[in-house]
């Protein structure tokens, strides 16, 4: 976002005749322009960022498992061979949908025809906005780098501390939301601390370090059935995690965690669980669910407006069950690919858009080392056969072939090393210094360990 603001004014690009704009390129954003670029059409394609991240993998550089280069790729590289899409770095601050124009935060426009929104999804916190100055989420590359940061610091404060309550404190990590996210994160930081770090320390012990996984509802993975979430909380346990089902967050404060009652401290606090739809979903005017996402069509067609579409995490697309689809990487990749072959049809023949039918591969989530779970219909597997199909349907989701080979011998070499290269805190990766540092660094007294002479 500094990029963005530092950024002088781009001219008015109203006058462009944009017959088609996209706004996001995630998976859904991606695979439309992908699409209608191959039938020729003109597309400008709209983000805040200048890249695709590929958000499945995020949880793995925020624990230092991976590079963000590894999960990340510049959107020109990847639509550079399709000559009718024009990629433009902006963020859309306001729709007006009257005059079908897109308001960009350094004051330029963008007129649009065809309107795609596919804009993701941010944070919830569930009424109580002040958590996330506390309790960071994970849906950016910012977010990762912030999380990555505040955990080694974690265990870099608690080296340097004398007093064994405060060193425990330290390394007490709390994760708030036991879905996919929360578990991932909840393993990865186990192993961790227990593998990885424990034998760079001296006088903290990271083995040691207590990894909490709160949950609100009645069980982990609760999109998963009750077979594959009672595993996934015995593989946690086992790693040492403390899992903590049908217990509500009470208070969040910066030394500490309230829930069911009782008060823990804590070092850090991550949050992942809830998720609301991208604020500008809103402005299109048309209805909206309770977490903000649009209400759609079966061709994605946002109910109510003409010629505007909503893919992804910003739209509420009920299945041929009869339940909204998740917010996953397949979804958002199927509903784009669908829309921009529909798309192209509909200018090329005159066709009439064609409805979307979710075709799912199954969900997976990592639990561990070498242990995931993988369902998909009747078939139910866990442990070693469904880290494999965890790893080959992420690898596969990957953009670019580099990026799989890369990430591919990149857990190989941490399988058999327990080795994290990505283990760096730089300083634009990092609030390094506590709120209270700058006023107490005066104060401090030297930090003299009775093992010194």
Do not use: C
Request: proline residues 5%; glycine residues 8%.
């Amino acid at each position: 976002m500094s990029a963005l603001k530092d950024m002088p004014p781009a001219e008015p690009v109203a006058s462009r005749a944009s017959r088609i704009v996209i706004v996001g390129a995630g998976f859904a954003g991606l695979e439309a322009a992908k699409e209608l670029g191959k039938a020729g059409l003109a597309v400008v394609l709209l983000d805040r960022q200048n890249h695709h991240l590929f958000q499945p993998l995020l949880y793995q550089v925020a624990t230092a498992a991976l590079s963000a280069t590894d999960v990340a790729e510049p959107i020109r590289k990847i639509l550079r061979r399709y000559e009718s899409v024009q990629v433009l770095l902006g963020e859309v601050t306001s729709i007006d949908m009257a005059g079908r124009v897109l308001h960009l935060a350094d004051g330029s426009s963008v007129s649009f025809d065809y309107l795609i929104l596919a804009t993701g999804a941010t944070h919830s916190y569930f009424g109580h906005p002040e958590w996330g100055r506390i309790a960071p989420g994970l849906k950016t590359l910012a977010d990762a780098r912030k999380i990555r940061a505040q955990s080694l610091l974690a265990f870099e404060r608690a080296e340097r501390t004398i007093d064994p309550e405060e060193q425990a404190r330290h390394m007490t990590i709390a994760i708030v939301g036991g879905g996919p996210t929360g578990v991932e994160l909840a393993g990865s930081l186990a192993e961790l601390s227990r593998y990885t770090l424990a034998r760079d320390f001296r006088s903290a012990r990271p083995e040691a370090a207590r990894i909490m996984l709160i949950e609100a509802g009645p069980r982990i993975l609760a999109a998963f059935s009750e077979k594959i979430s009672d595993y996934a909380k015995r593989r946690l346990e086992k790693l040492g995690v403390e899992v903590f089902v049908g217990t509500r967050v009470e208070k969040i404060e910066k030394r500490s965690i309230t829930f069911d009652g009782r008060t823990v401290p804590v070092g850090l606090v991550l949050w992942a669980a809830g998720v609301a739809a991208s604020p500008l979903a809103a402005q299109l005017g048309a209805e909206t669910d309770r977490t903000g996402r649009v209400l759609v069509d079966e061709a994605m067609r946002a109910k109510g407006l003409d010629k505007v579409f909503v893919m992804g995490d910003a739209a509420h697309f009920v299945g041929v069950d009869g339940k909204p689809l998740p917010g996953l990487a397949q979804v958002a990749k199927q509903q784009g690919r669908h829309l921009g072959r529909s798309l192209a049809r509909h200018f090329r023949d005159g066709a009439p858009l064609e409805p979307f039918i979710y075709r799912g591969r199954g969900n997976t989530a990592i639990v561990g080392r070498h242990a995931a779970v993988f369902e998909q219909g009747r078939t139910k597997l866990t442990g070693w056969i469904a880290w494999l199909f965890w790893a080959v349907i992420h690898v596969y989701l990957l953009v670019g072939f580099q990026h799989r080979l890369m990430v591919s011998l990149q857990w190989l070499w941490r399988y058999i090393t327990f080795e994290r290269g990505a283990r760096l805190v730089t300083d634009d990766s990092i609030e390094s210094r506590p709120p209270e540092a700058a006023a107490a660094r005066e104060a401090a007294p030297t930090i003299e360990r009775a093992d010194q002479p």
